[in-house]
Antibody, heavy 115, light 106 residues
């Protein structure tokens, strides 16, 4: 079964850091681009980072310079290092597989930035 | 950044009725547009890719059309399980973007 399981969410103070992880199984991880997409409570979807099979990375302006996406193919794992966190980063963060389109989503992990 | 504008924000319909959802892009995305369905408490699910191709396992009552800047998702006859929020998404340019969503409610 194709599966993505996120972990690492939690409560962090403004200005703090958090590292999210995503464990992939049921498919050949190294052959897919991967993304992180977030959703604040009651709001829409926001793409926050993507990494290709060749480790090229992309970010929107809202997180560029603060977030870093990485992957470790040998461990079938995706990561998101989040620094200088703000209240506006509070959301459910989804790990997403992509082959041209985002076709498999994890259940998400919740990040809350609050003092 | 390509902005995707979805309309209407909310669509109130009954089971068996036809639903027509719109997504307009601020610049051409060719046919590189997808539609996702999200139910409360669940992750989004891919319905349509490349504007008009149904994803694996998606019922035939879902169809997509359009190219360039104007796209439509049609649900031919609403099933009770279709009441959800629908998002369009473009992969033409970085940053990847999503529309604001259309809620289909009873």
């Amino acid at each position: 079964e194709v599966q993505l399981v996120e972990s690492g969410g939690g409560l962090v103070q403004p200005g703090g850091s958090l590292r999210l992880s995503c464990a992939a199984s049921g498919f050949i991880f190294s052959t897919y681009d991967m993304h992180w997409v977030r959703q604040a409570t009651g709001k829409g979807l926001e793409w926050v980072s993507g990494i290709s099979t060749t480790a090229d990375t992309h970010y929107p302006g809202s997180v560029k310079g603060r977030f870093t996406i990485s992957r470790q193919n040998a461990k079938n794992s995706l990561y998101l290092q989040m620094n200088s966190l703000r209240a506006g980063d509070t959301a459910v963060y989804y790990c997403v597989r992509s082959y041209y389109y985002m076709d498999v989503w994890g259940k998400g992990t919740t990040v809350t930035v609050s003092s | 950044e390509i902005v995707l504008t979805q309309s209407p924000a909310t669509l109130s319909l009954s089971p068996g009725e036809r639903a027509t959802l719109s997504c307009r892009a601020s610049q051409s995305v060719s046919s590189y547009l997808a539609w996702y369905q999200q139910k409360p408490g669940q992750a989004p699910r891919l319905l349509i890719y490349d504007a008009s191709n149904r994803a694996t396992g998606i019922p035939a009552r879902f169809s997509g059309s359009g190219s360039g800047t104007d796209f439509t998702l049609t649900i031919s006859s609403l099933d009770p399980e279709d009441f959800a929020v629908y998002y369009c998404h473009q992969r033409t340019n970085w940053p990847l973007t999503f529309g604001g969503g259309t809620k289909v409610e009873i």
